[in-house]
């Protein structure tokens, strides 16, 4: 049953880049209440499967096949219980997930030579898919929306460990930082200014910006696709990008205009209600060896109030640094490896490279000297660490780990109601398998439904 709960997120919609496959006679392979699944849904699926680099494996259908089971049976309770996504936030989906496809291909006409068509018509095919898809984990939330866990229920948990079975926890590191990044003058940033302005005037002088766009644009996100952003509405951009694109009519260019990501000229393509479908040009201004040693200076100065306990370093975050996710945090980073929980304390393997060579060598309570780093955006600024605590590798216990087993024992927990919804929704549901498939393990208790 675990399987099942894998289902969202995973092979259902895995779109990438695959050639158009031949048309063959197609069949029904699983009925599902008044839904159908087709043989050439499920090969599409394992195509995807085989492109990800995986090698071929038939039995591998039989876990798509539960996993399509799975969508349709929270799709058709989604009906029931009127649970619907919003068109906007469908298409912001298929817009990232093209951007993506776009990106892995090495580009807009690769990718449409690799599918065989457009991306336009691509974008049709997919969309209805990507929408049940969005349905099937909104439904999936809502079933699981409720589940909660108490300190008893936590205790229970970890009790029904054995204790040789008790997990490793391997070493982690509690690490706050101060990110600085330089300030250009207005000097230093007007030549970037003048040369998106000199894009803007070939624009405005008959020259196409989609191709402009794929030349010039600093935004690693849409210049493949032209400078297209899609539709958004006024939530999803920088203030000032989303004043002009809904000032704008259809075919005006903006100014030229600066947000935190630098210098922008948008053009909007169309409107409707409260969402924009636009593209945009984005040059980033770079970092000059002046605006370093400028940089450097104020990091000293910060460094030296820490370590003489003039400033606590809680407070040098939240005054000073530029990462907008810690500094409001005391400047500690956090670290998740699922959606639902976030921590302070970060396993060893999942830190940054650069920073454990930084930590590893400091002791517990102790602060870095402001150190010369490489954002992944190119840009270079620096950092200042600090060590706040060090756990060494040991069996998971309540007193270092509570958080951890609170997660799971929530895991489980809700596992077991979805568990009990999906045994239900089964026994109520008309399910029909194709005998080529009936024998699978993963569809064996579908099957059993599906018999009675």
């Given at each position: ?23 063959n ?29 995986n ?6 259908k039989?876990?798509i ?68 898809e ?120 903006s ?94 393997d ?5 920073i ?62 979805l568990?009990?919804?999906f ?30």
């Amino acid at each position: 049953m675990k399987k099942i709960l894998l289902m969202t997120g995973g092979l259902i919609c895995l779109f990438l880049n695959v050639k158009a496959q031949p048309k063959n006679i197609d069949k029904v392979v699983a009925v599902l209440g008044s839904n159908i699944i087709l043989a050439s849904e499920l090969n599409q699926q394992y195509v995807l499967f085989l492109n990800q680099g995986n090698p071929p494996n038939e039995k591998m259908k039989c876990y798509i096949l539960q996993q399509m089971l799975v969508q349709k049976l929270l799709k058709q309770q989604a009906e029931i219980d009127s649970v619907m996504v919003e068109d906007s936030q469908v298409d912001n989906d298929v817009e990232r997930r093209m951007r993506y496809q776009i990106s892995r291909a090495g580009g807009q006409e690769r990718l449409e030579a690799l599918l065989n068509k457009s991306i336009l018509q691509y974008k049709d095919e997919i969309r209805p898919d990507i929408k049940d898809e969005l349905i099937a984990n909104k439904m999936q939330g809502k079933i699981t929306e409720n589940v909660s866990v108490t300190p008893l229920d936590v205790k229970k948990y970890f009790e029904s460990y054995k204790k040789d079975s008790l997990p490793d926890i391997n070493t982690e590191y509690e690490i706050g930082e101060v990110v600085l990044h330089p300030e250009l003058t207005k000097a230093e940033k007007q030549r970037f200014y003048d040369k998106l302005d000199a894009i803007r005037l070939r624009i405005k002088s008959g020259e196409d910006f989609s191709f402009l766009a794929k030349t010039y644009s600093e935004d690693p996100g849409s210049a493949g696709e032209g400078g297209d952003l899609g539709f958004f509405d006024r939530q999803q951009m920088a203030k000032e990008f989303t004043a002009y694109a809904f000032k704008l009519k259809a075919g005006e260019t903006s100014p030229v205009f600066e947000t935190e990501f630098g210098y922008h000229i948008l053009q909007v393509i169309e409107r409707r209600g409260e969402q924009v479908h636009a593209r945009h040009i984005l040059i980033r201004p770079q970092t000059t060896p002046q605006s370093l040693d400028r940089l450097k200076l104020h990091a000293d100065s910060i460094y030296n109030n820490i370590q003489t306990k003039k400033l606590p370093f809680s407070t040098a975050a939240s005054l000073y640094s530029d990462d907008k996710e810690s500094k409001y945090n005391g400047g500690m980073m956090m670290y998740s490896d699922n959606v639902s929980s976030r921590t302070t304390f970060i396993p060893a393997d999942k830190i940054d490279p650069k920073i454990f060579l930084v930590v590893d060598t400091m002791k517990v309570g102790s602060v870095s000297k402001p150190v010369l780093f490489t954002g992944e955006d190119g840009k270079q600024g620096y950092k200042i660490v600090f060590l706040k605590s060090k756990i060494p590798p040991h069996k998971g216990n309540l007193d270092q780990d509570y958080a951890k087993f609170k997660e799971r024992a929530q895991e489980q927990k809700s596992n077991k109601v979805l568990s009990e919804w999906f045994e239900k929704r089964r026994e109520n549901t008309y399910i029909k398998i194709d005998p080529e498939y009936s024998t699978c393990d993963e569809l064996k208790i579908w099957a059993k439904t599906a018999s009675k």
